[in-house]
């Protein structure tokens, strides 16, 4: 809203009160005064508000009063100080957006947090409900239909990954932690774009990754690559998206748990007479090794061997126990993720995608700086999974372009450039 769009406002508010049948409209209720804050100045208008009368049948009868100027203006922030609400409260604390804006812009009234939250949440509202409806598969044609279909530009890489936040229970003031579930897909030409929900809440999550996957070109020709860490909620989010899709266990997830095991085999004292290449940190080197190369069957067997020699310890002590059991822990993750481990060497050699550190990039850039570190604040479900639909549209840079959308300018109002 700018300064030349007053007259144009009150003009169409005189022209609707004209049109008010004094027979529908009995009386005026209450003198009211209607606040409109802009980037500049704060604007205060009369909003008188009326109700029908009981003798006429009209619509707007059961709603018993009526506003015109708030029919006229249902937000009382304009779209500028709304985008810029939206985005530096995506970047930082609510707090330190309200310091922000009183120090930056010349506002006559003070934005306090409280509405500042309120206005990035209809944000966030509004982002929602343009998605789309959640289905069960996205796969779209037949085989016929696919030939038909232009060449892509390239395959698409989409790595998954999790991260938590502190939370707090509404009902009995209890504080935890819940799931956050990101992802970023990246292009064959480096493109790259990001989204996130809270995992407990969103009813939408393959329909929201769908969208992204779309937004980056998706044919259902295109070859496409999911990077995770073999999660139940990560695999059911994959399925059923592309026919041309494969899924990949993630390296990186797998050799932090190999690393985790190596850290536990140096608290274990190996006995005098034992070989060099029969000691459990050996036996783990092999297990990297056999599944660098894809060989599943033989990590399996020392897996076995391994857990064998464990429990035959006489009197185990702690460090065998803890050991033993992360183990037993790998050899499950292992079994029921083995149809999605692929050989990694040879996909490295190809230039293939192989980990997910990009998604581990994308927790740190959707989670830890605004809901993590040095932030204090603890979110309900809806409030982290609102504002992580605003931040995701800032990290991808379509907050300006969803505006633009929303609320399109007079032509009047566009630069000579744009009315070429």
């Known amino acids: ?5 007053q007259p144009g406002v009150v003009y169409q508010l005189r022209v609707v009160l004209r049109q008010i049948s004094p027979l529908i409209w009995r009386r005026l209720l209450v003198a009211e005064t209607s606040t409109i804050t802009d980037l500049h100045y704060t604007l205060h208008l009369p909003s008188p508000r009326y109700y029908t009368c ?20 249902p937000e ?3 779209p500028e100080l709304r985008y810029l609400e939206a985005k530096w ?9 309200v310091a ?3 120090e930056v812009l010349p506002l006559k009234a003070t934005v306090n947090t409280t509405s500042l939250r309120r206005h990035v949440q209809q944000v966030a509202e509004r982002l929602e409900g343009a998605l789309g409806e959640e289905q069960w598969a996205f796969v779209d044609g037949c085989l016929r239909d696919w030939d038909a279909l232009p060449r892509p530009d390239g395959p698409l890489s989409v790595g998954l990954d999790g991260g938590y936040v502190h939370g707090r229970d509404e009902q009995q003031g209890k504080a935890g932690r819940f799931e956050v579930i990101v992802g970023k897909s990246m292009a064959s030409d480096g493109a790259a774009k990001c989204f996130g929900f809270a995992q407990a809440y969103d009813q939408k999550p393959k329909r929201r990754l769908f969208e992204v996957l779309k937004a980056q070109g998706l044919q259902m020709n295109q070859a496409i690559t999911f ?3 073999g999660g139940d909620t990560m695999r059911e989010l994959q399925l059923y998206l592309a026919p041309e899709s494969e899924h990949i266990l993630d390296w990186f997830h797998v050799t932090m748990r190999i690393t985790m095991m190596q850290q536990l085999a140096k608290g274990i004292v190996k006995p005098a007479d034992m070989p060099e290449q029969r000691t459990v940190a050996a036996q783990l080197e092999r ?13 399996l067997q020392v897996i076995e061997t391994l857990e064998r020699a464990l429990d035959d310890t006489e009197q185990p002590a702690e460090p065998v126990k803890k050991l033993a059991k992360a183990m037993q822990e790998f050899r499950r993750y292992i079994e029921s993720n083995q149809a999605f481990i692929p050989n990694y060497g040879e996909r490295y050699r190809y230039g293939e995608a192989i980990s997910s550190a990009m998604a581990e990039s994308t927790v740190n850039q959707l989670i830890s700086k605004r809901f993590e570190k040095k932030q204090q604040m603890r979110w309900t479900k809806r409030g982290a999974h609102l504002q992580e639909q605003v931040r995701t549209q800032v990290c991808n840079g379509d ?5 633009e959308q929303w609320y399109p300018q007079p032509r009047s109002d566009r630069p000579a450039s744009a009315r070429r």
């Open 287 to 299: 297990i990297k090794w056999y599944l660098w190369h894809g060989n599943v069957f033989r990590v």
């Open 76 to 78: 009382r922030t304009a």
């Open 1 to 5: 809203m700018s300064a030349n769009t």
């Open 399 to 403: 907050l300006r372009a969803t505006f």
């Open 89 to 97: 409260a995506s970047l930082m604390s609510y707090g330190l957006t």
């Open 100 to 102: 922000h804006l009183a």
């Open 54 to 73: 009981r003798c006429q049948d009209h619509q707007l009868e059961q709603k018993g009063s009526w506003s015109p100027l708030a029919v006229l203006l």
């Open 227 to 229: 990077l995770s860490d």
